[in-house]
């Protein structure tokens, strides 16, 4: 796969989002779509992602967040687009 194949997606995700096993459904998801990165909640309570992997995969997956898990009443979705930077392993949930 090329590099030009491959995104980075930094995404900010708000409404009833923690609590409600959006971080463990997240890693789940992305982890399925052969993404790498990480989920965290805020202390203002959003949940943060940065999702890196094949351009469609990461679309994908941005769009999930604008659903998320059953419990989960999202709200907003912010998302900023990388360049796909290949310094990451694995997806965690931190």
Do not use: I
């Amino acid at each position: 796969m090329q590099q030009d194949d491959r995104t980075r997606a930094r995404v900010r995700v708000s409404g009833r989002v923690q609590g409600v096993f959006f971080r463990d459904s997240t890693r789940q998801k992305a982890r399925e779509l052969g993404l790498t990165g990480y989920v965290t909640n805020t202390p203002d309570g959003d949940v943060e992602a940065l999702f890196e992997g094949p351009a469609e995969g990461v679309e994908e997956m941005v769009h999930w967040c604008g659903q998320g898990p059953p419990d989960a009443a999202v709200e907003n979705v912010d998302v900023d687009y990388e360049p796909a930077q290949g310094d990451l392993s694995g997806f965690e949930v931190r």
